[in-house]
């Protein structure tokens, strides 16, 4: 079996635009949460989001480019290059057709989408789309601009999966080099749907908490007072490899993707199964691919998104699988970052395997009161990390439509 190893790590997130600062303000419970910025609110139900801070695309890209790529790509070529550089890649030296790019996103261009479509709309009538606006608006197009910038010739497209659309890009990802189809994958994803449209959509949907007087803490993940989840936007980039090839390279190894399961909860258009049941089956397929059973997982970064009845199933679905652990620790990371949508999954990849390298769970903020049938199931590290000897770290991620995608991370070990 071909080994798969990250050796390159990036991100963009509203607690940190790189990865040092990403991680250090995970560790320390900072929320990212604060009134939107970038329209005006008033007249909408939830007001606050989890918006980048200090990110300015000129810092990053010229005004041609600018022009050409919508926020969500701008937002993943921005990772991806804190990958590379802290992979240490110089792809010159690599064979190229043995490299690909496995990108995802949930509502790729939706920004591009909105705005040209509501000038149109207050016009005339005469179309005077830009001529990027197919391109700009493509869910898959982040990934091929990542290609075209690198030259990289190898497998390259984009998995939508809503919620759990970067898991499912790890997983695939996992799987092509495993198959021996590549021998490096730069994966993640991106989201960039802080506006109008996402956010009166998800709000009518009754998803979004509406704790408009608290914004920094509305996103608490099991508390028996949360009211929906906090929108969140960003990047997460992480570089798989297999491990022969990066240790030919030299290449500084910061963890291992040890196994992968997607499955359905074929149950309902936006909710969860109440009983979890296609938690339970992903969580078990990336236990069986793993070759591990559920006592070794010593962590998992739920998908937890602070909503009523998600965090419930998941928890349920969570008790099937690993029984009535207490030594298990579970945090859920979107009560810093809010929900990044089709890029949560690789965010909180990287959390696990930072909490893996270091040995330390970052906590849950905001949380006070557990719901009461939960409270004594497992170790619960409220608003202050956790000193833990990590050994295996599981990351669940869910998307509407019933979609399912948990994939496990590994200590890296010789």
């Known amino acids: 079996m071909r080994r798969v190893v990250i050796t390159g790590i990036g991100a963009l997130t509203p607690i940190g635009n790189n990865l040092n600062d990403y991680w250090t303000n995970l560790k320390n419970g900072v929320s990212g949460a604060a009134p939107i910025t970038k329209f005006d609110t008033s007249k909408f139900k939830s007001t606050f989001a989890c918006e980048l801070k200090n990110f300015d695309p000129k810092d990053h890209f010229d005004v041609k480019e600018i022009r050409k790529y919508d926020a969500f790509s701008q937002y993943a070529l921005v990772a991806v290059d804190e990958a590379v550089k802290h992979g240490n890649i110089d792809f010159d030296t690599l064979n190229k057709d043995r490299i690909g790019v496995i990108w995802g996103s949930g509502n790729g261009g939706i920004q591009t989408f909105q705005d040209q479509m509501m000038e149109f709309c207050e016009g005339d009538g005469t179309p005077r789309f830009t001529p990027f606006f197919i391109p700009r608006i493509l869910v898959d197009i982040a990934s091929g601009i990542i290609s075209i910038k690198y030259g990289l010739r190898g497998v390259n497209f984009c998995p939508v999966s809503a919620c759990a659309t970067s898991n499912t890009a790890l997983i695939e990802a996992f799987n092509y080099i495993k198959w021996d189809k590549a021998d490096m994958i730069i994966s993640g994803g991106s989201e960039a749907a802080i506006n109008q449209a996402a956010i009166g959509g998800f709000s009518s949907a009754k998803a979004l908490s509406t704790r408009n007087d608290s914004p920094e803490t509305a ?77 070794q997982i010593d962590y998992i970064n739920m998908h937890a998104t602070s909503t009523a009845l998600g965090d419930n199933s998941e928890l349920i679905a969570a008790k099937r699988v690993f029984g009535e652990r207490t030594s298990l620790a579970v945090s859920a990371t979107k009560s810093m970052t809010g929900h990044l949508l089709g890029a949560a999954g690789a965010i909180e990849g990287i959390a696990c395997v930072m909490a893996l390298k270091e040995n330390l769970v970052p906590p849950t903020i905001n949380t006070t009161e557990i719901e009461p049938e939960f409270v004594d199931l497992f170790d619960f590290p409220l608003g202050k990390a956790k000193e833990k000897q990590l050994t295996y770290a599981m990351s669940n991620t869910f998307g509407f439509g019933g979609h399912i995608a948990s994939v496990i991370f590994k200590k890296f070990e010789e």
Do not use: N
């Open 219 to 295: 996103s608490r993940p099991f508390d028996v007072t949360r009211d929906g989840f906090v929108m969140g936007e960003g990047a997460g980039a992480l570089i798989l490899e297999e491990y022969e090839h990066a240790k030919k390279r030299g290449a500084t190894i910061y963890g291992e993707v040890v196994g992968g399961g997607m499955a359905a909860d074929a149950y309902h258009l936006t909710g969860t199964h109440p009983e979890g049941d296609g938690a339970v089956l992903g969580m078990t397929e990336a236990l069986r691919e793993a070759g591990i059973s559920a006592d």
